[in-house]
């Protein structure tokens, strides 16, 4: 599993991608593999997204979800 953080502004969103040898394979050689990639994905639950981590709920909202996505990843 390959964790990945993307950032809009402050307000991050997680992600959890599954990698297989297939899937490892047909990215090294640039084509298609045959099946599937199921990304999970996690979007902060804040109240107003486009105010980022001005407001304090905001922040710490999104520090929980850094927390949880830490002990999902194993770190």
């Known amino acids: 599993v390959?964790?990945?953080?993307m950032m809009l502004g402050t307000t991050p969103t997680f992600y959890k991608i599954?990698?297989?040898q297939s899937l490892l394979y047909h990215i090294c050689h640039g084509t298609y593999p045959?099946?599937?990639t199921q990304v999970t994905c996690c979007t902060v639950p804040v109240s107003c997204p486009s105010e980022s981590m001005k407001p304090l709920d905001n922040r710490k909202e999104i520090f929980r979800c850094y927390e949880a996505f830490?002990?999902?990843?194993g770190i």
């Not at 830490?70 to 990843?73: G, N």
């Open 70 to 73: 830490k002990v999902i990843i």
């Open 18 to 20: 599954p990698v297989s």
């Open 2 to 5: 390959m964790p990945g953080i």
């Open 34 to 36: 045959p099946e599937l």
